[in-house]
């Protein structure tokens, strides 16, 4: 008996489509190709959903925000469904402010969005928000305190507040093993503070 065929041909071209867009870049200061963190991000949204345009969207979270590619681009390519769910994950630019300076407020803003967008986003969001938290443990574990220093913001303390934010946002997919794994990182990295 061979495997039921599945046709996976939407999320293939998503997923051909960010390698392209983010082709020749590094996971800033990892030392691997960018393109892990959304392959990553897809692999956990699919423990939640096989929706292929909720898993193209994962594949696709940080084009807008990172690459050359505009939201329109992921709309003619993909849809206004996956276009609107990479646009609700993408960071906003404060004009006038440095990362440093504008961080608590894009993150606040971050954080109010996520708990009034639908499910789908908020599945999107997590695959992103886990696949940081798995490499900020990481990091941690092999750094230890050194680890707030390579961040823009450097105190640890904001860091517990921004992701005990994303925690409280994803309440509504608290039944999702994504969730629970995301809440015991948070826990990990952030018990102490």
Request: charged share 35%; hydrophobic share 40%; aromatic share 10%.
């Amino acid at each position: 008996m061979g495997e039921k065929k599945m046709d996976t041909s939407f999320l293939d071209k998503a997923i051909n489509f960010a390698v392209k867009a983010h082709s020749g870049v590094e996971r800033r200061g990892k030392g691997f190709p960018y393109i892990v963190h959304p392959l990553e991000a897809v692999a956990i949204v699919a423990t939640i959903t096989k929706d292929q345009e909720v898993l193209a969207a994962a594949a696709l979270h940080d084009v807008i925000e990172d690459t050359k590619y505009t939201e329109e681009d992921i709309r003619k390519e993909f849809g206004d469904r996956v276009a609107k769910l990479v646009s609700s994950e993408s960071d906003i630019v404060i004009e006038g402010k440095s990362e440093a300076d504008s961080w608590q407020d894009r993150k606040r803003y971050a954080i109010d969005r996520l708990k009034k967008l639908d499910r789908d986003s908020k599945i999107v969001a997590i695959g992103d928000k886990l696949s940081n938290a798995r490499a900020m443990l990481m990091d941690y574990r092999s750094l230890g305190e050194e680890l707030w220093n390579k961040f823009h913001v450097t105190d640890p303390k904001l860091h517990k507040w921004h992701y005990e934010g994303l925690l409280d946002s994803f309440s509504e997919i608290s039944d999702t093993y994504a969730y629970e794994e995301f809440k015991n990182i948070v826990e990990k990295l952030f018990g102490k503070y």
